[in-house]
Every structure is written in C-alpha cells, then in structure tokens.
C-alpha cells in the first residue's frame, strides 16, 4: 500500500472517529443545550457570510439547511 493511500484511510478513520464522537456529544445534550449550540452556529454563519448566511447554507450544505428548516416547521426558535 502506497504511502499516501495510508495517509488517506489514516484521515477517513480519523475523521470518522470525531463524528461518532460528536454524533455521542450531541445524543447527550438536553433541548436547551442543543438549541444553544445551534444559535451560536447561527450567530457564526451570519458573521462570516452575512444576512444571506442561509442561502450559502442552502447551497453549500443542503442537508445541514434542510435540517434547520425542519426545526424551524417543528417550532423551535432559533
């Protein structure tokens, strides 16, 4: 196996590893906690993009803005 397919499933499993970790951070967090997270993403995306953050969402992570508009319909506040 050559050097740099090494490092690339070197990267894939890392990168995996985080997400299960996130994945069990995120499982464990109350409503409110998780809603806070959320706004401070919110809060973020709108500083660095500006008042259109959720059309540069929507375009660059589509599964992301399809979840934020399903809390939106279910009435949570963000």
């Known amino acids: 196996m050559s050097r740099e397919l090494q490092r690339r499933l070197v990267k894939v499993e890392t990168k995996r590893h985080a997400e299960r970790g996130l994945h069990k951070r995120i499982e464990r967090m109350t409503d409110e906690e998780l809603t806070a997270a959320i706004r401070a993403c919110n809060n973020q995306l709108e500083a660095e993009h ?3 953050w ?3 969402l929507a375009k660059s992570d589509p599964q992301a803005h399809h979840a934020l508009v399903q ?3 279910e009435g949570v506040e963000l």
Do not use: I, K, Y
């Open 54 to 56: 959720r059309e540069w």
């Open 50 to 52: 500006g008042p259109d």
């Open 71 to 73: 809390l939106e319909r």
